[in-house]
């Protein structure tokens, strides 16, 4: 009996590894516990929004979702991985090439073509940045916009026009000096302009038609690259944004909901807190950076889902990795509100723009900031990553102190960055 029911069960097997679909595979996986690693605590609910509909539709495979803090997830990580354990699925970002280097993670290449999964159906950008080595490793996840928030009940009680759509620096800057000349009070701020390097000043050398790195070279010193830095320190001479020596503790987002701020410039990861606060419908608008010259640049990045090479559920660990980037877990994880999906599935957007339908303008913002996106300077060059803290500390808080000048500031930043390149 024992031996009958033994060839049945192998006659059976046998039958179910010539499929090969993902069907069967799920079929022999039973009572799988996976794990799943995240580090952003706002986008936790999205994510296990998707992993519960994930558990629903595959009621054999248990998904732990763990959020590490940022700070701390990279050296968890590295822990766990070094020691050939660490979560099935992660997020990973521009420093996946570490990993592939350190044989962490597992090529999807197989999985991809035994499913036929086009990766023509994510921003293409981003799902280049996780093919190394000619091994597809990542599907993403997410794509960063920068847009322009503004407190509409702030300027109409000033008395002051809101920003249009199709608006341009010199716009910007105008609305700022109407806010400076007629606030109530001091303690309102005009403008928030990210002043950092890799962000602000980046995107402005974009927006001016340079580029900060082209041909394994610094072009800080271009004619672009200097007018970025002096636009910017304008900005904080005329008192149009804070002294960034004060900024430190400034939250922007914050100062918006307060009633304290007109104007910020604005990530997709922060547009969540703005709709999610006691504020009436109207009073925050969404509009695309401003023009310069008629073009402005948005500086973007995305994580991607990637798989533990020694998981000991690969199937299932890329059933969940599918899952997670499809059109409806992506719509889902939009549903979350705090990370604006890297499918292109218009369902996908339409949730996430559903999601935070207290910001007027956002969906056209969006699109406008999707169309002139170029890869981070640090996302396309990982290796200048090093170099940042010290343009950060050293060059851009001299420069703003006043100590350098545009081209002083401008070449050490060529300096740094080409030794980082070397």
Do not use: C
């Not at 996976?34 to 519960?52: C, E, F, H, N, Y």
């Amino acid at each position: 009996m024992l031996k009958t029911n033994r060839r049945n069960f192998l006659a059976g097997a046998a039958t179910i590894a010539l499929l090969s679909t993902s069907a069967a595979s799920m079929a022999l996986a039973a009572d799988v516990n996976l794990t799943l690693m995240i580090w952003d605590p706002a986008q936790k609910a999205g994510v296990q929004m998707a992993v519960d509909a994930f558990q629903a539709a595959n009621p054999n495979i248990a998904v732990s979702l763990e959020q590490v803090p940022q700070d701390q997830y990279y050296v968890k990580l590295d822990a766990a991985l070094g020691a050939g354990q660490g979560p099935d699925v992660m997020w990973q970002s521009s420093k996946a090439s570490y990993y592939v280097d350190g044989g962490a993670l597992q090529p999807l290449d197989d999985y991809i073509a035994r499913d036929a999964l086009s990766l023509d159906g994510y921003k293409q950008v981003i799902a280049n940045l996780y093919n190394l080595g000619g091994h597809q490793y990542g599907i993403p996840k997410d794509f960063d916009a920068w847009t322009f928030v503004y407190n509409a009940t702030l300027l109409e009680g000033l008395g002051i026009a809101t920003p249009k759509a199709e608006w341009t620096w010199e716009d910007m800057v105008r609305i700022a000096e109407e806010v400076k000349a007629k606030r109530t009070s001091s303690s309102i701020v005009p403008l928030y302009y990210n002043y950092s390097f890799n962000n602000g000043v980046a995107s402005l050398v974009h927006a001016l038609g340079g580029a900060v790195i082209a041909d394994g070279q610094s072009h800080m010193s271009s004619p672009q690259g200097i007018k970025a830095l002096e636009m910017i320190k304008s900005l904080q001479d005329s008192e149009l944004i804070l002294k960034v020596a004060d900024s430190t503790d400034f939250n922007p987002v914050n100062a918006l909901i307060s009633g304290q701020l007109a104007m910020a410039e604005t990530p997709s990861w922060n547009l969540s807190l703005l709709s999610k606060a006691d504020a009436p419908a109207g009073t925050f608008g969404v509009v695309h950076l401003p023009a310069v010259n008629g073009s402005w640049a948005n500086d973007t990045n995305g994580l991607s889902y990637v798989m533990n090479v020694n998981s000991q559920h690969k199937d299932e660990s890329w059933e969940l990795i599918k899952f997670l980037t499809s059109d409806e877990g992506s719509a889902l994880h939009a549903q979350g509100g705090a990370a604006l999906p890297a499918n292109t599935n218009p369902q996908a957007l339409a949730a996430f723009v559903a999601t935070n339908g207290k910001l007027g303008g956002l969906e056209a913002a969006l699109d406008a900031a999707s169309a002139q996106s170029y890869l981070r300077t640090t996302t396309a060059n990982p290796k200048v990553l090093a170099a940042m803290p010290e343009i950060s500390s050293a060059v851009m808080g001299e420069f703003y102190s006043g100590a350098l000048t545009a081209e002083q500031a401008a070449q050490r930043i060529d300096d740094l960055l080409n030794g980082a390149l070397r």
